[in-house]
T-cell receptor, first 113, second 113 residues
Framework: DSGVTQTPKHLITATGQRVTLRCSPRSGDLSVYWYQQSLDQGLQFLIQYYNGEERAKGNILERFSAQQFPDLHSELNLSSLELGDSALYFC????????????FGPGTRLLVL | DQQVKQNSPSLSVQEGRISILNCDYTNSMFDYFLWYKKYPAEGPTFLISISSIKDKNEDGRFTVFLNKSAKHLSLHIVPSQPGDSAVYFCAASATNAGNMLTFGGGTRLMVKP
């Protein structure tokens, strides 16, 4: 158990819908990262937050957004969902924003029908 | 453009023998490297890391070697155990460019009893 929690574990929805994925980092970690794992793209970095501020952006679509709240939990919002958004979404956390090992949560499996 | 590559999609090893997993990278800005182990439908589990100022790091049965001139790292597992069977990902980050991880495509290790 990494100490990072993610909810829900599974999510099934329809195209065009909007969903919110939630992540709670390890106790004491200020930095949260979101990654997407799809069959054709592997594990890809989406976005990083550090102590409530956006720190880095990767291959995140404009239909996706995220935020980190004062209690340090983070939410990833996916809107106008398409079939290709079906994937595993992982959250990771680290204490500092740089040069640190990231610990991953169990993931949310999203299926868009 | 794949900046981190694991050229062997799978590896089969006999229990008790050495497993060697390889990873190549192209971005010379990478200065922190990690290995993660992953089971299906679970999040990546951190195994071991190495900073670019070192060429070797050891933790129990796991040793990571870094060859900066060749832009190559390897993970050695000795002795291999059936419980080591999983997908192994190498990942890299560039401290001066944030902490986002760039992952290789993974190598599936099967340790036969």
């Amino acid at each position: 158990d990494s100490g990072v929690t993610q909810t829900p574990k599974h999510l099934i929805t329809a195209t065009g819908q909007r969903v919110t994925l939630r992540c709670s980092p390890r106790s004491g970690d200020l930095s949260v990262y979101w990654y997407q794992q799809s069959l054709d793209q592997g594990l890809q970095f989406l976005i990083q937050y550090y102590n409530g501020e956006e720190r880095a952006k990767g291959n995140i679509l404009e239909r996706f957004s995220a935020q980190q709240f004062p209690d340090l939990h983070s939410e990833l919002n996916l809107s106008s969902l398409e079939l290709g958004d079906s994937a595993l979404y992982f959250c990771a956390s680290s204490t500092r924003p740089r040069g640190e090992t990231q610990y991953f949560g169990p993931g949310t499996r999203l299926l868009v029908l | 453009d794949q900046q981190v590559k694991q050229n062997s999609p799978s590896l089969s090893v006999q229990e008790g023998r050495i497993s060697i997993l390889n990873c190549d990278y192209t971005n010379s800005m990478f200065d922190y490297f990690l290995w993660y182990k992953k089971y299906p439908a679970e999040g990546p589990t951190f195994l071991i890391s190495i900073s670019s100022i070192k060429d070797k790091n050891e933790d129990g049965r796991f040793t990571v070697f870094l060859n900066k001139s060749a832009k190559h790292l390897s993970l050695h597992i000795v002795p291999s155990q059936p419980g080591d069977s999983a997908v192994y990902f190498c990942a890299a980050s560039a401290t001066n460019a944030g902490n986002m991880l760039t992952f290789g495509g993974g190598t599936r290790l099967m340790v036969k009893p």
